[in-house]
Structures are given as C-alpha cells and as structure tokens.
C-alpha cells in the first residue's frame, strides 16, 4: 500500500485478524470489523460503480444503508450471487468477492460514459418520453435501454441457503440502538417491561460510541465512555431482548412489524454451512419507540458527484470507528456545525485539512471556536461552483455568495483536494413513522420534517424526532419516555449534558453558481442520475404534485428509496414554485425500509412446504400403483394411472372403458363432507337447495344445487337422510370449505332461530367408489349378507353395514352414470376398505380410475362439474337443469334472482354439447366459438367448457356454454385455432345411455 | 395486519379472520314480493363509507363465529366489536 490511509488503534477493528477479498478481479485486505467500504477506502479505492443514465464515475458516499453509489455485486457463484449490495453495509469476510455493477466493460472504462456527454439527449422523462411519442422511437432505443439500464445480475440457480421466520412478543420494541434508543430501553425495563431492541449494525452505540471529541460531556465523562457502562448495563439486563445485525423492514398498522436479521452474511462462506442465513421477526409490540437517528444531506452544487466527494459525517466514521483515512488532502464543505466535528476527527488523526467552506457568515459555537484556534482556514459565506478529476476529485473551485444567497460574486479561488466531506445539514429518518401512517409536520428552524400525529401507540425520539444536538437528544429522549410510559421518575433524572451549541443556520437547497443553470449538473438522486435541473424542467412542464415530479424525474425511486434526495427535491420544488415546504407534503415511503431478499420473504416456505397438500387415507396405494397425481385445491388427487409406459390419453381410454364394460374404482375421500343435524335440518336443507327435501325418507339420497343469493350456481352434491333429523352432505372437493362457511353465515346471521348443527366431517370419512356393470357382484363379494336387490337397495338409497367391526355407510349413487357404490368408513379404515375392493373386485378386471376418467365417465352423462362448466355466471336454467328448480318452495337462497331482468333474457350463456365434424377432433377447453370468421369484428358466442375423447362412443364429445345456446342445437358453428377451424355441431348434453339404463347395471 | 378481538375466544391476529362486508343488511323476509330495484338494493348496493363503518367478520380460523365489527376505514381503528343480532353502537 502506497499510501497511508489506516490509523492504527481504532478498537472497534480487529487488526490482528487480517481478511482477504476480491473487488473487480483484485485480491485487497481489511481487517475483521471493517466494512466492504471501508475497505475499499483504506485501499484507497474510491471509484465502485457507474451511475445508472449517465455512467459517471461514483465512489463511496457514505458509511450506511443511505449510500446511492456504493451498490455491488457479491459474489460470483450462480446460485449466491447477489445483487445491489450496499458496501457501506455489508461486514467484511474472508474470501469476500465483489465486482462492480452497471459497467461495461469495467468501471475504469465504461462505453456507456458516453451518456455523459450526450447528457442534453436524456432529460428528465426521457425514458416516458420514448414511451409515448413516436412508437417507432421506442422501438429503436428499446434494446440501448434495457443493455444500459439495469443494475445488478440475479442469482440464475436455485437459493441453496436456508431461511427463517420467527414470531416476537414485546411490551416495547425499541428500534435503533443508539444513545437515545438504549436510554429509553434502561428507562423502559427499570419499570419491569419486557424490551426489545434492534439494531441494523453490528455493535449498539450509533454514532457517540465513536466520538472522540472532549467537547460533549455526560456526567463529565466522555460521552462514549459514560455510553459504554450504559450499554455494558443493558447487556447484562434480563428484560432486555437484544437483535443486532437486525434491520426494521416494515411497519404495518397495530404495531405489527418485520424485522430482517443476518445471521451469516458477515462470515466466510465455508463458515456458513448449515446455518440459518436470514431470520425474518413478525413482531407484535404494545408499544414502539423509533430511536432510528438521523442521515446527513449532502450540499447541491455542480460536479457534486465526483468520487471522492463524500458526506462529512461519513468521512468522521471511517476515521474513528474503521481507523481509515478517506483522503490526505481534506476539504470540508458545510452549512452546519456538525462538520466541524469531522474537522476535530481529521485534526486529531493527523489527517491534513486543507480548508473548510461555509456558506454561512460565521458560527460562534464552541466547537468552531476550537477548529478556529487550530489555525484551519474557514472560507466563510462561500461556496462550492466547480469540481475537477474524472476518476477521483483532485480540485474544488469556489467563490464567494451575495447577500441574499442566490448568486456568487468575485473571483474564483482553486483548492486542491482528493476528499471532500459536504455536509448539508440533518435528515430526521421519519420512514417507519409514515410506513405506520403518521402525519408529519415541518420544521422550518431546521428544514426538516418531524413526526406529528399518530393512530399507534408509538414515540419516536432523539434524531429521528429532530433532536440533534447531544442535550437535547438526551434530555427530550427521558422526559419523552417518561411521559410514553407513564413513568414518574428514572435513573436518568439528573443527568448533566454539556455540548457545543450551533447558533447561527443558513439553508440553501439549490446552491449558486456562475455558470446557467442548463451548464451545470447538481445532482440530487445520484442512484437515478437526477439532477436540480430535472426538477426545474418538470415544473416547466406542468408536473406540480411532488409524486409526480418524482415519477417523471424518477427521483428518490432507486434501491434507497431516495434517502438522501428526497429533501432536495422537496426544497427546489418548493423554492421554484414559491410554495412553504410544509405545505408541499413528502412523497411515500413503502416497505421495506431496506430491500429484502426473497428467501426472507419466503422463509421455510419453499419446495413441498410451499403450500399445505392434503392426502387421502388411500393416497400411499395411489403411489404404489404409479398414480400421477393433480392438485385439487390442497389435495393431491390421483389423476390416472398410467401401465407400461401409456400416455395419460391412453391410461384414461382403458380406465373409461374397464368402468364401462366391468367395474371401476374411484377414490372420493376428497369430496366435502357435513354432517347435519337438529330438529330444524330438512327445513335447513330446503332453504339451501333449489329443490324440495320435505319428502326425502331416511335411508334415501338426493342430488342438490346450491345457489348464491344471485342466482348463479355455487355448489351441488347429494345428501343422504341418516336419520330423523341427521343428514349427510357432500359437497364438490374445490368447494368444501366455501360451502361450510357459507352455510355457518346463514345460520348464525340469518336464521339464528332454526335448530341446526353443521360439522365438518370431510377428513373424518374415507370413500370408495366402485362402479360398473360388475359392481353388485363385487359389492356382494364383500358385504355378504347385506341384500343388493333393487327393491332393498335402489338406486338414490343408504345402507348402514358392518365388516367386522367396521362400521361402513354404503351410498348407491352414480356421477359415471353405472350402477355405483360409495362405501364411507372412518379414515383409518380407508386404505384397508380399498384394498377389500380392489381384491374382491381383481376376478372383474376392476381398474383403478383417476380424475381424468372420472371427469370423462360423467361428461358422457352431460353431468356437470361446478367450477369447469361453470363459472359464477350461470344459473340452473343457463344450465338446462330447470328440472331442479323447486315451483312449490316458497323461498330458497337465490330463487328472487331466478326472474330479475337479467337472468331471465333469453340470449344468456347457456349449457350445450357439441360434436366435432370429424369425430377424431378433439377440441380445446377454452377454446372460443364463432359463427363466421369474416365478419369482423368476429362475434364470440361462447366457448368449449370440457372436452374429451370416449372410447365407448368412439368420438369426440364436449360440453360448452354458447350464446342462446338452447335455440342452436343441430347448428353447425366454428371453432378456429391457431392453424385450424374445427367444424361443430351444437348436439344434447346428454351424450350416453339418455334413457338412464345403465344404472342398474 | 389488525389484532381483532373475538368476542368468544378474546384477541387473535387478522389472518384467523374473514371479512364479510357491510353489516346490518338483513335478507328480506319475504323476497319474492320485492320488485327488481328493490332486490338489487339488497343484493348488490353497499355504502363502502371512508370512516367508520360497521362490518362482519368471521372467525373462520377460530371458532368459526360470525361478530361484528366497528372499523374506521381511513385508519384500520376498530371502535366497537358486539355480537351478532345486537343493534350497532352510537359512535
Ligand atoms: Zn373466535
């Protein structure tokens, strides 16, 4: 190393533990506690990345997650690379690697710098502009703007790593372990209260735990050394829950908030196995304070971009936490006290100050008092107006302001530097008072917005509420706290602060200079390469509302959401416009606060844990048997079964036909089940279903449909009569839980008055179901003394038998139209029960079917399924089931809706089947059908429903919903596909055995 | 994400819950003596008021109890939770 840029005996870097890393190719070093940035700076590397339209050079701004520039690529394994990683946030490793982002082909020569000098092509809107006018534009820059935009590169291969969620509980989440927010947790635990506190960094302290100066004073001791005994304390304590590396990501309603803690980001990658890498914390507070501090504005004057250019406060940091120089020629540039304290820092590390520029006339507070009698050069009520060095800042030209601070006079004065530290005053970080829905109000003393009114129980204070000097901060954070928590007194009562106080302010948010505005390039967003003059265009072109200006500007919308803009913006808009800043509103912060990976997000929930799968009792035999499965809402259903390699067409050709000539067997376990009972059940039933119940007998069956209160379909299913007032309902398997819910909501709202208990029962029974001409035979085989006759046993009735000691309820009910049985036994038994059959049944071919066959058996019998042939816009009469429809029932949940205007037009969507003319054709569910392909526009009539091949009609069959469809039947319409039009005949819905003759085997 | 307070089994977080809109909106008694205007005002007119407005909620995770519930939809704040069949709170 050159030159020498690290301070020995910084105690917060472990210089006995020395890492190795990789930026752009080149292998560096650090120390353990350095972050990236800072690493890069003791290396003297300043220059990371282009900007983003422009492809200017940026360096390291800042020490924290409101850096615009610093944003690299870590990493270059396909599955862990990541993108957009903040240096100034993420910890040093071993092994670390790092390329710069947004430059091709490397950030020192960079072909798309070009746009710097292009600049007066790509003004503000550029990208809406090329938008809009003309088309043929965007098409020609299109492929230029997606090459150059773009920041990062996504990992390509699957997360490998693990991720966690965690539920907290807490009296009081505290967030920001700085001086105020480790205040307010001893105050808040003295009083017995169960704390939380978060902290985004590594160590609790913020920003005093690193101050060096003899200036602040807390019980006359060195405000860091009183601060240590505090956080020591607050270690040691019981009630206090400490996360650090724990960053608040997002801060909903009812104090429920997310926070994100790296667990393994800040070990060497072969440290990292098998361990959790990000715990995301659901966090349920009764209170919240925000102690989250402040971040320092940069100054807005032209080049102001430079790399080298950083902000003051940040340039302190690297000096007394990291022990890292960020240059040997410093300048500093202000409007504020604050800086002066990276004045004493510099001073005090024997780092060379060249000279401070204050756009004030003078400050005559203690601590300039000292830099003052250091003999430092202050150049007072002057600016900044130039820049100079492309890859690092090597010069600043400044000049001197005029009275009112609107224009520069006399001669330019060149200084030499290869840092500048600006600062521009203070930035309350409000983001998680307003993500909560807080109103804020502004400060016109200090340009600031602070927090104001809230709905949530919630405090924030010391910076964050706009307190900054160190008095201030920690007198309002106990009286605050105090009052918060209705505390009478603490420990902290006579606490004895003394500090530096600033007395004389001077804001100036767009700063002069000598050259027109239009030749100079002041940035605000340096992420987004927006500038002063951006703004000021947006205004002239009629953009008044501040969220416009920031869309079109695209101000503030990078991956920092603009923390370091944002005010700017505000304050030129307010200037141009003469409006009060108060007045002007802030812009929206969104979660999160800090951008999260999508493992966090996700957490365990990846892979088979995605979503809950239910499986049926049955479901291992399914496996065993090569069953390929569909999802059924949360079900796994088996969808058929394919033998020695048959295609699923072929394996549901051979299970339809096995049904129809001998027998089949079906796993229903997944229809929806509730149990019914109470002396009001039928009634219920009555008032539920479109036809009448009053005469169902016990031991009997019948199939229902259920309508919203809209008339439209909702659900059907059979429901068998158990008993005097017990009922049985099956319910489609999509449907079940709407359904049960639905039924809930009328009793307890509507008809609190009837007597009835509704339980859901669908898990609790396994179905069976066995169709086919041979099903008696098999049935028979089974239940051997039970009487199958159709006198005893016909078709719509229940039996209650016994195998063994299993009790089985026996349906004879058909959705395939054979003669059918449903055996239901308690889940356990469910297995058992089918492999009974399957046995019984082994003499008769019996073939296990899935889905597939089961959707085509019944498609054959026109049966319909809610869900597939409907859609929440069709009613029993869209669906020719008028039959259903009660004349007698008085009322039933959606019969007014039967004849409004609407429902009773003839011109409605309605059921229909339809034959292809080649009976080979199958057509496509979903497919559209129109009468004449010329006319345009083409009118769309309808569309085809379900679809299916049936090898015991050797033909194409289908169902579809088609306008005025009861009036076309034997017309012949059209079915146009992307390279064909099929020709189709509207048939009956009724495609098999009309006469119902199968189901009696 | 709400905490609601279920009268029967006391404060849960809002993902126990459903929502089922406005409250208050009884089915008519006799349906088929109402012409089509009068029909769709029950069936389809809601008030989807900015302030207070007074809901269902069901806790369907839960005890699957239907309540009701007093929320000021411009901030989330429930005001009032009363049991199904009580009139609504003065607020
Ligand atoms: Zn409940």
């Given amino acids: 190393m050159s030159k020498n840029l690290r301070i020995n005996n910084k105690h917060f870097v472990d210089e006995t533990r020395k890492l ?268 919240v304070i925000i102690s989250t501090g402040a971040i320092e504005r940069p100054q807005v004057f032209h080049n102001n971009d430079r790399p080298g250019i950083m902000l003051a406060s940040a340039v302190k940091k690297y000096i007394d936490y990291y022990g890292v120089r960020c240059g040997l020629e410093n300048i500093i540039f202000t409007n504020n006290d604050s800086a002066y304290e990276t004045a004493l820092s510099l001073h005090k590390s024997g780092t060379k100050l060249n000279a401070i520029i204050d756009i004030r006339d003078n400050s005559s507070s203690e601590i300039v008092k000292q830099v003052k009698n250091l003999g430092i050069q202050i150049y007072w009520n002057h600016t900044v107006v130039d820049t100079k060095g492309y890859k690092r800042i090597n010069k600043v030209t400044i000049m001197k302001l005029n009275d009112k601070g609107n224009d520069v006079i006399g001669k330019k004065i060149d200084l030499n530097c290869d840092c500048l530290a600006i600062s521009g005053g203070w930035t309350p970080m409000v983001h998680l008072f307003t993500q909560s829905g807080g109103k804020l109000r502004f400060d016109n003393k200090d340009n600031i917005f602070v927090p104001d009114k809230t709905n949530l129980d919630q405090l924030s204070i010391g910076s964050a509420k706009g307190d900054f000097e160190l008095d201030d901060v920690l007198k309002n954070s106990i009286k605050d706290t105090k009052k918060f928590l209705n505390i009478e007194n603490s420990n902290f009562d006579k606490i004895d602060v003394k500090c530096s106080k600033e007395k004389e302010k001077k804001n100036i948010w767009l700063l002069p200079s000598d050259r027109p505005l239009s030749k100079t390039k002041p940035f605000l967003d340096y992420q987004n390469d927006s500038t002063a003059k951006d703004i000021k ?24 959401q603009g923390k370091l803009a944002n005010m700017h913006a505000l304050g030129i808009v307010a200037d141009t416009t003469n409006t009060n800043m108060g007045d002007l509103g802030t812009t929206t912060f969104r979660p999160p606060y800090t951008p999260l990976t999508f493992g966090t997000i996700v957490g365990r929930n990846v892979g088979q844990f995605f979503d809950i799968f239910r499986k049926t009792p049955m479901h291992e035999w399914h496996v065993d048997n090569n069953a390929k499965f569909e999802n059924v809402g949360q079900w796994k259903r ?55 119940w009053s005469k169902l007998q016990i031991g009997k069956c019948r199939y229902g449909l259920m309508l919203n209160e809209d008339g439209m379909v909702y659900d059907d299913g059979v429901t068998t009569r158990l008993g005097e007032n017990h009922y049985l309902m099956t319910t489609t398997t999509g449907g079940a839980a709407n359904v049960m819910s639905k039924l809930e909501d009328y009793l307890q709202t509507e008809w609190p008055e009837l007597d009835v208990f509704l339980t859901s029962v669908t898990d609790h029974y396994a179905t069976a179901s066995v169709c086919g001409p041979n099903a008696k035979k098999i049935i028979n085989k089974i239940f051997k003394d039970l009487d199958l006759s159709d006198e005893s046993f016909p078709h719509m009735s229940f039996k209650e038998v016994k195998l063994g000691e299993i009790n089985c309820r026996v349906m004879r009910i058909s959705f395939t139209g054979e003669l059918s049985y449903e055996i239901n036994v308690e889940a356990s038994y469910g297995k058992y029960i089918w492999e009974k059959c399957i046995e019984a049944g082994k003499e008769f071919n019996i073939t296990p079917y899935g889905t597939e066959t089961m959707h085509l058996l019944r498609a054959e019998k026109g049966f319909i399924i809610v869900g597939q042939d409907t859609d929440g816009t069709m009613t029993p009469v ?101 390279d064909k039009t099929i020709k189709v005949t509207v048939s009956d819905t009724i495609f098999l055995d009309k006469e119902n003759e199968r189901i009696n085997g | 994400m709400f905490l609601i307070s279920c009268p029967y089994c006391g404060e849960r977080d809002q993902s126990e819950f459903v929502s089922g809109g406005e409250a208050h909106i009884a089915r008519p008694k006799q349906p088929t003596e109402l012409n089509d205007d009068q029909w769709a005002e029950y069936l389809f007119m809601r008030k989807n008021i900015k302030g207070i407005q007074f809901e269902r909620w069901n806790h369907v995770h839960g005890c699957r109890k239907w309540f009701n519930v007093a929320r000021d939809t411009s901030n989330d704040k429930i005001e009032k939770i009363y049991k199904m069949g009580e009139q609504p709170p003065k607020i």
């Fill in chain 1, 20 to 287: 190795s890393f990789t930026f752009n190719g080149k292998k560096l070093y650090g120390y353990k506690g350095d972050t990236l940035a800072s690493a890069l700076l003791s290396n003297d590397i300043h220059l990371v990345g282009r900007s983003f339209k422009y492809h200017r050079p940026r360096g390291i701004m800042t020490s924290g997650s409101e850096e615009p520039n610093a944003i690299l690529q870590i990493g270059n394994d396909d599955a862990l690379t990541e993108p957009n990683v903040r240096a100034t946030e993420i910890e040093l490793y071993d092994g670390l690697i790092c390329n710069s982002q947004n430059c091709w082909p490397s950030v020192k020569f960079d072909i798309g710098g070009i746009n710097n000098f292009l600049s007066p092509l790509l003004p503000a809107g550029f990208y809406y502009k090329t938008f809009m006018w003309p088309a043929s534009f965007w098409e020609k820059y299109e492929f230029f703007i997606r090459k150059s935009a773009g920041l990062g590169k996504s990992p390509t291969k699957q997360d490998p790593d693990m991720y966690d969620h965690r539920y907290l509980h807490c009296d009081i989440l505290i967030v920001g372990g700085g001086v105020s927010g480790l205040m307010a947790a001893q105050i808040a635990s003295d009083d017995n209260k169960k704390v939380l506190l978060l902290e985004d960094k590594e160590l609790l302290g913020g920003s005093l735990i690193y101050d060096d100066s003899d200036i602040s004073k807390i019980d006359n001791q060195k405000s860091s050394e009183w601060l240590k005994k505090l956080i020591d304390n607050i270690k040691k304590n019981k009630n206090i829950t400490i996360k650090t590396r724990t960053s608040l990501a997002a801060y909903h309603n009812y104090n429920f908030l997310l926070a994100r803690q790296n667990l393994t980001d800040h070990l060497s990658v072969n440290d990292r196995n098998n361990k959790i890498r990000q715990r995301l914390y659901k966090i349920r507070a009764k209170k």
């Fill in chain 1, 537 to 560: 265009l947006a205004l002239r072109e009629g953009f008044k509302s501040i969220e416009h200006v920031k869309r079109y500007t695209t101000t503030g919308m990078g991956t920092d």
């Fill in chain 1, 638 to 692: 088996a969808w058929y079964y394919p033998k020695d390699g048959e295609t699923m067409h072929d394996a549901v050709q051979r299970e339809s036909k096995a049904a129809r000539e001998s027998s089949g067997i079906l796993d229903a376990s997944t229809l929806g089940k509730i149990d019914i009972q109470g002396t009001d059940a039928n009634e219920f039933l009555n008032r539920v279903y479109t036809n009448a």
């Fill in chain 1, 878 to 978: 869209d669906l020719q089931m008028d039959w259903i429809i009660s004349k007698k029932k008085y009322d039933f949940i959606g019969k007014r809706s039967l004849y409004r205007s609407d429902t009773v037009r003839e011109d409605r969507k309605q059921l229909v089947g339809l034959l292809t003319d080649d009976p080979n054709e199958i057509l496509e569910e979903g497919a559209q059908i129109v009468k004449d392909e010329n006319k345009k526009p083409v009118d769309m009539l309808g569309h085809v429903t379900s679809s299916y091949f049936s090898p015991t009609l050797k033909k194409s069959i289908a169902l579809a919903v088609l306008k005025e469809g009861k009036q076309l039947k034997g017309q012949k319409l059209l079915v146009p596909m992307i």
